[in-house]
């Protein structure tokens, strides 16, 4: 999480929001005291322990305290607890999970790592709008009247969760890095939104309603299975790194082995990424064209003399099909989509051949080779594309480079 | 059914006719059988395997073929034995098979997994669970805490006669020996079993409640996206081990002399590691050192890998720098960690005289004295094209001799025992990897290479 240096407006009034409130709260219970502490002890518990595994989190790790959600998520939509109604209001959920998420927050700042101010404060008003949706329609007695205590209360609840994470997705949007519009922000959250998001939404909302039913023990049972998602997650996240550096890894081995410059297979994926943003490309897709351009130039290995600068594009089309369908076999063998190396081996195709990845790999290691020639500078290469999009670029592709070369800002490749 | 054993057949009819009887006295007539809960539980067991089934999903399979055991669970604390049998038949005999014969797979399943429910929702019942459930029938509340002891009772039991079963089926069908077959199989997949046992439980108690089924239903969303998460991690690890093999075929492109050696390398590491103690992380560490230890080749020049006859002192130079390059390749792999030090040091000498850094005893890592042995001992058994190799007993005698001055004698006698203890057969060691090996295609220029074939022919390369 890379905070930028000056905050926009939309994040310093949701940051601003959120102190507001967490203010109005602490004094409002202060002065009016705590209604029903048992209960109000027991969640501010749980969502302090949920928000201690944040320990380990792993950089723009999506939910990195699940457990902390969904506990918070559960008080503010509590209505119930052993078959009696609850007493409290939003306010005192607002400050349940201020307290407990600035005594989570206690290790991490003596550490000197913080949660992130905007994660918090997202928190909080996710929290605070859930409960506003829900508290005083239970108090009112309007919910019982509208859906009774049974399966209708069930898909009430499901409906306000739905509502809740929609409210996170925006709040999110808004917080995250300034650089690129609302939209796109806005479609990339709720994108990400498929990942540990409905299982903390799902246990927030059994939490309600198995605390309403069997009343305080329902919460360590079912924060079992949930702790449980967060570990797979996890472990899933770390193997996907591991799996990333292996990749680039093997895409270097050209570069040691003399075949191609230093630092191209990088150049060549940064650039391709970038491009395939610029034309719109979804987020699986990237990831294929990021590895698909790591590692184009792995069937040079063949080769028993490297050709000059790693340059293929000198080379005659038949070798460089030769060398593009061998490194596909390559590809093959990694264990990476099979989509990767039906790039890797269309790379020396016509451009009318090819998919989009394999025509935005082509063009730009053509780029990152003309550029490399030393008395070409990226101008000149680009003219030299221009003229091959009769029949080995795509003039739409090569557009696209221009476009993403002219802002002279690559934008870093997805974590997909 | 055919290519099944006679006893394993015997077996599978024999847990299915088990399963039938148990099931029976459902369907007397006054068994008082909850129709409506059965069928609403088999019909989402079904609902579960079904994506496994289907094509389209079929690459990423969300759980493990009929390992949807939360389910099972709740239907054994919510139903009677009789009905809880009857639970997993169906979903069981839709769902997916990795392997033929499918039929028999099929039917063993459902036997299994009938079983397996009919005995946890007896002795649910035996420990006194189904009243401290509560429900609006009866207008009474959950009888928390009580209610965790029957259902860690019932969990219990459920990993037993699973791993009973599965491990029967591995002893007839797959003839593993009757020692080995239940090695573990208790021990993995009882905590497991406890997580979906209380995620079971607040299903079966929110099923009970006047929330109803649908409730009930949300428990098992985050159990169901950590099992398909946790498929998606099973099957990164395995793309993240081939694409280490990948990195070593890309050695073999240029070098195909010593196709196969790298495995044997890593095998005989991780041999000579089990010998030594060493814990299971260091472990699977020290075999990826052995694969990758000559990862390095990737920079010599082709011209230089392939030449027959004597090197030149300049070639020879250029070579010896293939220990540096691999570290440089590996550099950016963070759970390397060790390895990356062996891949290093793996040609460094213990009296001093090796390369490239010329470190003597135990300044040359662990990792890197190890590789270096198994390293020699599988480059003088195998055969090359110049020669035959040396049968294994000369080789370790070999060993020994230059223990001490070139190796590490504690690692040779680590090998040694190894040998002793499980052997060594290099035929068997040239297939593998686990997974099957499919073999890099020779290049042609007008032919696609196929996506996977078998093992070329060792040997050069033109």
């Known amino acids: ?99 407990a998420q600035l005594l989570a927050s206690v290790p991490h700042v003596a550490r000197g790592s913080g949660p992130g101010a905007d994660q918090a404060a997202r928190r909080v008003l996710a929290v605070a709008f859930a409960a506003l949706c829900f508290q005083p329609l239970h108090h009112s007695g309007r919910s019982e009247r509208w859906f009774g205590e049974g399966p209708y209360f069930a898909l009430f609840l499901l409906v306000l969760l739905v509502l809740t994470s929609l409210c996170d997705v925006v709040l999110a949007a808004a917080t995250a890095g300034t650089s690129r519009p609302f939209g796109p922000r806005l479609r990339d959250e ?176 053509a780029y990152d080779d003309l550029c490399g020639e030393g008395v070409k500078g990226s101008l000149r290469a680009l003219e030299q594309l221009r003229l091959g999009t009769g029949h080995d670029y795509q003039p739409q592709v090569v557009e696209a480079l221009a476009r993403v070369l002219a802002r002279g800002g690559l934008t870093r490749a997805g974590t997909g | 059914m055919r290519g099944i054993s006679g006893a394993a057949r015997a077996h599978i009819l024999c ?81 997916r098979v990795e392997r033929p014969p499918a039929a028999a797979r099929r039917i063993w399943r459902a036997a299994q997994l009938a079983l397996t429910a009919g005995a946890a929702s007896w002795t649910y019942g035996f420990l006194g669970g189904p009243v401290t459930l509560g429900g609006v029938a009866g207008g009474t509340l959950p009888d928390f805490p009580y209610a965790l002891v029957p259902v860690c009772g019932t969990a219990l039991v459920f990993s037993l006669v699973l791993a009973a079963l599965d491990g029967a089926i591995l002893v007839t069908a797959e003839r593993v020996a009757l020692g080995r077959a239940w090695r573990g199989l208790v021990s993995r997949s009882v905590g497991p079993h406890l997580v979906h046992a209380l995620a079971g439980l607040m299903m079966a108690v929110l099923w009970r409640s006047s929330y109803g089924p649908l409730s009930a239903l949300v428990v098992l969303l985050p159990m169901y996206i950590s099992c398909w998460v946790f ?105 390397l960690d060790e390895a990356r030090a062996a891949i290093l040091h793996h040609h460094e000498r213990l009296d001093g005289s090796g390369y490239p850094y010329g470190l003597a005893g135990d300044r040359i890592p662990e990792f890197a004295r190890v590789v270096a042995v198994a390293d020699a001992f599988d480059a003088m058994t195998s055969t090359r094209s110049y020669r035959p190799g040396r049968p294994v007993p000369a080789a370790v005698e070999e060993l020994r001799r230059c223990a001490g001055s070139q190796f590490d004698p504690r690692m040779v006698r680590a090998l040694a025992c190894a040998l002793d203890r499980h052997g060594w057969s290099a035929a068997a060691n040239t297939v593998t990897s686990d997974e099957g090996r499919t073999g890099l295609p020779r290049q042609r220029a007008d032919v696609r290479p196929p996506a996977s074939g078998p093992a070329d022919r060792p040997g050069r390369p033109r």
């Open chain 1, 1 to 99: 999480m890379t905070r930028p240096v000056h905050p926009s407006p939309a994040v310093l009034a949701i940051r601003g929001a959120a102190l507001v409130l967490a203010v109005v709260a602490l004094a409002h219970t202060l002065w009016n005291g705590v209604v029903e502490p048992g209960h109000a002890l027991a969640f501010g518990v749980l969502v302090t322990v949920g928000e201690l595994a944040r320990w380990g989190a792993l950089p723009g790790e999506r939910e990195p305290a699940p457990l902390g959600a969904a506990g918070a998520l559960a008080y503010a939509l509590l209505g119930r607890s052993g078959g009696q109604d609850t007493a409290h209001g939003v306010l005192q959920v607002v400050t349940v999970v201020v307290a």
């Open chain 1, 190 to 365: 709720l994108r990400a939104l498929s990942g540990i998001g409905p299982a903390v939404g799902a246990t927030g909302a059994v939490m309600a309603l198995g605390v309403a039913v069997v009343g305080l023990w329902a919460l360590p049972v079912l924060c079992v299975p949930l702790l449980l998602t967060q570990v797979s997650f996890r472990r899933y996240a770390a193997v996907r790194t591991t799996y990333r550096q292996t990749i680039a890894s093997l895409a270097r081995s050209t570069e040691i082995a003399g075949y191609t410059p230093h630092g191209h297979a990088r150049r060549v994926a940064d650039l391709a990424t970038a491009v395939g943003r610029e034309l719109g490309l979804p987020g699986p897709e990237l990831t294929v064209l990021e590895y698909a351009a790591l590692m184009h130039d792995i069937g040079q290995l063949s080769l028993v003399d490297p050709v000059a600068d790693g340059a293929t594009t000198a080379l005659p089309a038949a070798e460089q099909r030769r060398i593009a369908l061998l490194g596909g076999a390559v590809v093959r063998l990694t264990g990476v989509d099979p989509a990767v190396a039906a790039v890797v081996e269309q790379q020396a195709d016509p451009y009318r051949d090819q998919q989009t990845s394999a025509r935005i790999v082509r063009a730009v290691n």
């Open chain 2, 15 to 95: 847990a299915a006719l088990c399963a039938a009887v148990c099931a029976l006295p459902a369907f007397s007539p006054g068994a008082h059988t909850p129709w409506g809960t059965l069928g609403l539980l088999a019909a989402l067991h079904l609902i579960c395997e079904l994506p496994g089934r289907c094509r389209l999903v079929g690459g990423s399979v969300p759980v493990g073929a009929g390992s949807f055991f939360p389910l099972l669970l709740a239907a054994a604390f919510l139903l009677p034995p009789s009905a809880a049998v009857l639970v997993a038949v169906p979903g069981a005999l839709v769902g």
């Open chain 2, 231 to 335: 498929a998606q991690y099973h099957r990164r690890h395995a793309a993240h081990r081939n694409t280490i093999r990948a990195l070593v075929q890309a050695v073999d492109i240029k070098d195909g002399y010593t196709r196969g050696h790298s495995e044997r390398v890593g095998r005989a590491s991780e041999l000579i590691a089990r010998e030594l103690g060493m814990e299971e992380s260091r472990m699977e560490a020290l075999r990826f050192a052995g694969i990758l230890h000559d990862v390095g080749k990737l920079g010599v020049p082709t011209r230089v890998l392939r030449k027959d006859g004597p090197l030149t002192p300049e070639e020879r130079r250029v070579i010896e720098l293939h220990p540096e390059y691999g570290h440089e390749i590996v550099r950016g792999i963070g759970f």
